[in-house]
């Protein structure tokens, strides 16, 4: 079991910029692929960043240009900067680990998840 903790969160203006940060309780997460997703209001819980354990990134369409998703391995930490926010970025943001390979797809089934941030972006 990899517990991890999500920090980070609040409310901005359109426009604003937030860090998200993620960390395992127990654990160093080299060698694991992990990502963000988001659960916007009313929505299905969705990746919106993933990194590989190589550094490797990919993005959803709506966020690219906006978000920067790295890793820290010597603070073993996860990060997410958001840049340009916008209101329908508003939402939970999650933070997925998964030991099981080094590259994970947009769809790839993420063995552990952090318990949530709220990131709310006001017009």
């Known amino acids: 079991q990899v517990d991890l903790v999500e920090s980070g969160g609040g409310s901005v203006q359109r426009a604003g910029s937030l860090r998200l940060s993620c960390e395992p309780a127990?654990?160093?997460?080299?060698?694991?692929?992990m990502a963000w997703f988001l659960q916007a209001p009313g929505k299905e819980r969705g990746a919106v960043a993933i990194?590989?354990?190589?550094?490797?990134?990919r993005y959803t369409d709506s966020v690219k240009g906006r978000f920067t998703i790295s890793r820290d391995y010597v603070k073993n930490t996860l990060y997410l900067q958001m840049n340009n926010l916008k209101p329908e970025d508003t939402g939970t943001y999650y933070c997925?680990?998964?030991?099981?390979?080094?590259?994970?797809?947009?769809?790839?089934?993420?063995?552990?998840w952090g318990q949530g941030t709220q990131v709310t972006v006001s017009s």
């Open positions: 997925a680990a998964d030991p099981r390979g080094h590259y994970c797809p947009f769809g790839w089934d993420f063995e552990y």
């Open positions: 990194i590989d354990s190589d550094g490797t990134h």
């Open positions: 127990e654990y160093h997460l080299r060698g694991y692929c």
